[in-house]
């Protein structure tokens, strides 16, 4: 996770408040379901939601996410999991989706293995979100003019890439935060490299669905 400021402002980018409904897709640990769980309240709803391309090849995944679900005070998430475009299938409408440091997966061959694009995911989240939701989007970035092509290797991408791909979804970017950019990395080094794990630049980015 971020130190104090950065999370806080990372929540304020969201756009998450009390009695919002979240879907925060592949959770990893459930920091961040955390979270919005404590923030959206008892009126509120947090999907935690695990595609089964990462359980058929992590089969704990789902499991701690249900665990986090039957956690005191957690009775306003729900653990699910289907293909990834199906993810309108297992959940409800929502003012907010999140998807932290994931987006570049869209571009490997795990999430491929059963046929899924990342426009057909992108066309998922539209479905799914409310007139005037939030599709926020936090990932490693690449270097400049690098496409998609080191999302496999490097599990990194440009942010163009990732803008372009979303509003041709029908998405409105609503807003880019530089907060998490590092100038020092040299975008040549994988993501969860020793030397850079952590402290990767990155992007943000808050797109709406009109």
């Known amino acids: 996770m971020y130190d104090q400021s950065k999370q806080s402002e990372l929540i304020r980018f969201s756009r ?24 959206v309240g008892a009126k509120g709803r947090v999907f935690s939601f695990v595609p089964t391309e990462i359980t058929d090849v992590m089969k704990d995944q789902f499991g701690k996410v249900q665990a986090l679900a039957k956690e005191p005070g957690r009775e306003n998430v729900e653990a699910v999991s289907a293909d990834l475009v199906a993810m309108p299938k297992v959940t409800k409408p929502a003012d907010l989706l999140w998807l932290h440091l994931f987006y570049h997966d869209l571009h490997t061959k795990l999430m491929g293995a059963k046929g899924a694009t990342a426009a057909d995911f992108n066309r998922a ?5 409310k007139p005037g939701g939030f599709y926020v989007i936090v990932d490693h970035a690449t270097a400049a003019g690098a496409g998609t092509s080191d999302a496999q290797s490097l599990h990194r991408i440009d942010p163009v890439s990732v803008r372009k791909e979303v509003e041709a979804a029908g998405f409105v970017l609503d807003e880019e935060s530089t907060m998490l950019a590092k100038k020092d990395d040299p975008h040549s080094v994988k993501a969860f490299d020793s030397s850079i794990k952590g402290k990767t630049d990155r992007f943000a980015y808050r797109f709406v669905k009109p």
């Open 16 to 39: 998450v408040e009390l009695g919002s409904t979240v879907l925060d897709v592949y959770p990893s640990g459930g920091d961040w379901t955390r979270l919005f769980s404590d923030i």
């Open 125 to 129: 989240v539209h479905e799914r979100l």
